[in-house]
């Protein structure tokens, strides 16, 4: 099977390692691996902030980007949540119907990680080695837009050596929201304290999740505080790459 | 007048102050994790609960659609059983309609039951204006009456306030200095206060929970019982309440009592469910007004996507599982609809209104509230929506948009270079030029206060992941 690589615009430009994990991974598993060098950005900030009309140019780019694709992965349960959810009505609102067309058609081809691999290619056990102690953090897009259900624990419970760790009110949001951090910073701000509080007295060594954005935010509070706990994407955790866990806060 | 739905000050400032009140956050934590544990526990045990969902938005989506005919139908079924329909525009024309009512009436002292509503539509200052007295029957309403306050909340008003709070009130305005802070004394104290007006009473004043197009019937649900005097003791009953509770059957209203009581308080049923339906001779009120409020609500039908928030029941389970609302509670909405609905419903209510445009952005888009309503509003779907009118309505009034214009400057450069992948390569490099930024000295920058106030900006990598696969992978 011939994956196409949607690396996201943050991974590609603040976590390139998660990318490369994600790479590495899938070619572990016999994939072939494809990255469509025009692709950029899916637009989430846009259209979530309200700004849909400037999203539309960078809809646009990623259907073309991704129309010859066989398969598209994406390693960020949000972009393919907002992929999923909006792109048919968003390339409608383009005016172009052969976009529209494209878009619809692309979106069920458009998978997130660990969809992928439990659904697509049929694995829970990747066959990695993780020796630390690292609480889950289930995102919100993960949770309740995506649905991944226990896709990610059953890949995560396979892992060797690994002690999987329970965090207290795991399921709530962080406080990030995209610009939501920004705009009501406060809040989001009172949010993190929480989430962090709760990782850090799970005893956790590294907290991983499904996206980089969110694990940005719990990052972002754990370098400021000067804690011992180190932020992995799950596809990181699932390449088996445990020399992330001796850096501190944001891997690379 | 005050409108009740048009907040004082733009949300993130309003939210600023409510979480610098530890005790308000510490009433709120507790009283919300409680409401959510018992609502899990009663909803798990309900096997079709999501057929009964989607059975509960079908039949609102439908009555919203054809609402002309259901209202004229409950008109005219009221009407046939001896009560009278009143139709009002907006908030002032609601209390005028009352108001007079209850002056021609005679009374000087009123008591209400279910009042969010007419908080919606401000009566009880129009009816002091009048030299009326209105007596709050409903426990938690009652301790914000006496405590000047507002409601925080859509089903518990005082949510905000804790027992020894609730004492300090109690002891005060009931004279009762040796008062215990156990809930049961407190009730009790209530139901003395509350008992000793009751029987005064002539006017009752209630709200609705749904109203019932064929029968003419209102449903009013409550848990106290005080409610049920309120709608039975007076001589005359003025029901007040939005054009949205219609509902078209009896047999509809069995749908949403079994979906209220669980996802409001966590109970199988609620204790009392009082259905009345014009005047009998003889028995109960000799004379029944319905005041059918509009303040907005045809305005929201306008927009398809929009009009789902109609379909709310208000049974607050979205305000209990929202972490914006559990840290900041009601007040900081500045309406009397608060957390995720009041966030979607509000600014709808009142489009021009820059305050309530802010409110959309009070959540991270998390889904938890969408999970749990019962009448499967997809909230976070309408909260982006209504960013993108509120965006559109700011580019719109010039002096708004002159606020936001950096943002939405930059958005739009932004979106513009994003689609370019040699200009998005090129904004990647500037990523790396602020690299010394990031890590745990990180600056304060500009614009990015909020952020950096109790978080550090991420470090850039020294090279892009689109340049490692150019150089190594391919
Ligand atoms: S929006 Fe849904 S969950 Fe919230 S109060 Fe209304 S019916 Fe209840």
């Known amino acids: 099977m011939r994956v196409s690589l949607f690396v996201t615009c943050l991974v590609d430009t603040l976590y390139p390692a998660v990318g490369r994990a994600t790479v590495r991974l899938l070619e572990r598993l016999g994939v072939e691996v494809d990255f469509p060098e025009s692709q950029t950005c899916c637009g989430q900030l846009h259209v979530n902030t309200g700004y849909r009309r400037e999203a539309l140019p960078m809809v646009g780019n990623f259907v073309r980007a991704f129309a010859q694709a066989e398969v598209v992965v994406a390693p960020s349960a949000s972009c393919v949540a907002l992929v999923r959810e909006t792109y048919p009505e968003l390339a409608e609102e383009t005016g172009d119907p052969a976009l529209a067309r ?101 005893g956790a060594e590294a907290v991983c999740a499904a996206d980089s954005s969110c694990l940005m935010h719990i990052g972002g509070a754990l370098v400021r ?28 | 007048m005050r409108d009740a739905l048009r907040p004082e000050a733009p949300f993130p400032a309003a939210a600023r102050t409510a979480l610098a009140d530890a005790t308000l956050r510490a009433n709120l934590r507790r009283a919300t994790s409680t409401i959510r544990r018992r609502r899990d526990q009663v909803v798990g045990e309900v096997e079709d609960w999501d057929r009964l969902r989607a059975q509960a938005a079908a039949i609102k989506d439908h009555t919203l659609r054809h609402l002309d005919r259901y209202l004229a139908q409950l008109e005219a079924a009221v009407a046939e059983r001896g009560g009278q329909v009143h139709w009002a525009r907006d908030a002032a024309e609601a209390r005028d309609v009352v108001a007079d009512l209850v002056v021609g009436a005679g009374a000087r002292r009123v008591l209400k039951v279910k009042s969010l509503t007419t908080e919606e539509i401000g009566l009880n200052d129009v009816l002091a204006e009048r030299g009326v007295e209105a007596v709050e029957s409903d426990l938690a309403e009652l301790i914000v009456q006496l405590g000047g306050d507002r409601p925080s909340h859509i089903v518990v008003p005082a949510i905000h306030k804790n027992r020894f709070e609730i004492r300090d ?59 049920r005097m309120c709608l039975t003791l007076p001589h005359t009953l003025i029901t007040v309440a939005g054009i949205d509770k219609v509902v078209p059957t009896f047999e509809d209203l069995g749908v949403f009592l079994r979906l209220l009581a669980r996802s409001a308080t966590g109970e199988r049923m609620n204790p009392y469910t009082t259905v ?199």
């Open chain 2, 169 to 227: 009130l109690f002891a005060r305005a009931m004279g009762l200095p040796d008062l215990a802070p156990e809930p049961t004394a407190l009730a009790e104290a209530a139901r003395l206060y509350l008992r000793e007006r009751f029987l005064a009473m002539t006017v009752g004043i209630s709200g609705a929970n749904f109203l019932v197009a064929d029968t003419g019937a209102v449903a009013v649900v409550e848990s106290e019982g005080n409610g």
């Open chain 1, 102 to 202: 494209e878009a619809t058609a692309l979106v069920p081809r458009v998978y997130e990680l660990t969809e992928f691999l439990v659904d697509r290619l049929g694995v829970t056990d990747v066959g990695a080695r993780f020796p630390h102690r690292v609480a889950y953090h289930p995102t919100c897009h993960s949770l309740r837009a995506l649905h991944l259900g226990d896709r990610p624990r059953r890949l995560l419970a396979a892992v060797r050596d690994m002690e999987l760790v329970t965090v207290e009110g795991a399921e709530s949001c962080c406080g990030f929201g995209g610009t939501f951090a920004i705009k009501n910073a406060d809040v989001s701000a009172a949010m993190l304290s929480d989430k962090v509080g709760a990782i850090l007295a799970s």
């Open chain 2, 276 to 474: 009345f339906s014009g005047v009998v001779p003889g028995d109960g009120p000799q004379a029944f007004h319905l005041v059918l409020v509009d303040n907005g609500r045809t305005r929201a039908l306008a927009d398809p996507l929009g009009r789902t928030a109609l379909r709310c029941i208000r049974c607050a389970a979205c305000l209990n599982v929202c972490p914006v609302y559990e840290r900041v509670g009601g007040h900081a909405y500045g309406s009397v609809y608060p957390g995720p609905i009041g966030a979607v419903l509000t600014p709808q209510l009142r489009p021009d209104d820059e305050h309530a445009r802010t409110l959309p952005y009070a959540s991270t888009l998390c889904g938890a509230c969408a999970d749990v309503c019962p009448v499967g509003i997809p909230i976070p779907r309408l909260l982006v929506h209504l960013r993108s009118v509120a965006v559109r309505a700011d580019e719109a009034s010039g002096r708004l948009g002159a606020r936001l214009a950096p943002e939405r400057l930059m958005l739009r450069a932004l979106g513009r270079a994003f689609a370019q992948p040699r200009q998005f390569e090129r904004l990647q490099a500037l990523a790396r030029v602020m690299r010394p930024l990031g890590g745990r000295q990180g600056r304060r920058l500009p614009g990015l206060g909020g952020w950096t106030r109790s978080r550090a900006l991420p470090t850039a990598p020294r090279r892009s992941f689109r340049r490692w696969w150019r150089e190594e992978h391919r």
């Open chain 1, 225 to 252: 505080r000067g804690a011992p706990v180190a932020t992995v994407h799950l596809a990181q955790v699932l390449a088996g790459e445990d020399n992330v866990c001796g850096q501190r806060g944001v891997p690379e």
